[in-house]
């Protein structure tokens, strides 16, 4: 297994994990479970745009994420040498980088308070981008 496809495995796994406690805070609605004095999770997790459509945007994100991590399995356990799998992981973490990015910027410049969650969800997803990218270059 390259080194590449065990990160993205890794990194995916992490940010489902991330994203299933941003889901556990919206559902249980504890601020407790909020990192005090870290950023401003609560007010990001209880805003109106933690949620479309009455979904809990954390349960898209921990999709997103085990999407990645199943496609990378499946890449890894039948060794592919199709590109199929590597396009999709592209695509799925373009999508999640580019939803992040809104999400960024709806929680600097509208709700004004940053959850270190969401930034760490953000960043996992970017670096996913960028190895999909090395490992479609490969």
């Keep these: 297994m390259s080194k590449i496809k065990l990160a993205i495995m890794l990194i995916a796994g992490l940010g489902f994990l991330n994203a ?4 556990i805070i919206k559902l249980t609605q504890e601020p407790a479970l909020c990192i005090q004095g870290v950023g401003d999770c609560w007010s990001v ?9 009455g979904v809990p945007v954390s349960l898209l994100g921990a999709l997103a994420f085990l999407c990645i991590l199943f496609f990378q399995w499946l890449d890894v356990r039948f060794n592919s040498r199709n590109k199929y799998t590597s396009f999709i992981i592209f695509g799925l973490s373009l999508t999640g980088t580019s939803y992040s990015t809104f ?3 709806i929680e600097i410049w509208v709700i004004r308070a940053l959850c270190p969650f969401c930034v760490l969800s953000a960043f996992l997803m970017v670096l996913i981008l960028g190895l999909s990218i090395l490992k479609l270059g490969k």
């Design 20 to 23: 299933v406690y941003l889901l």
């Design 45 to 53: 997790n209880t805003s109106r745009y933690s949620e479309i459509y």
């Design 103 to 105: 999400l960024t910027y």
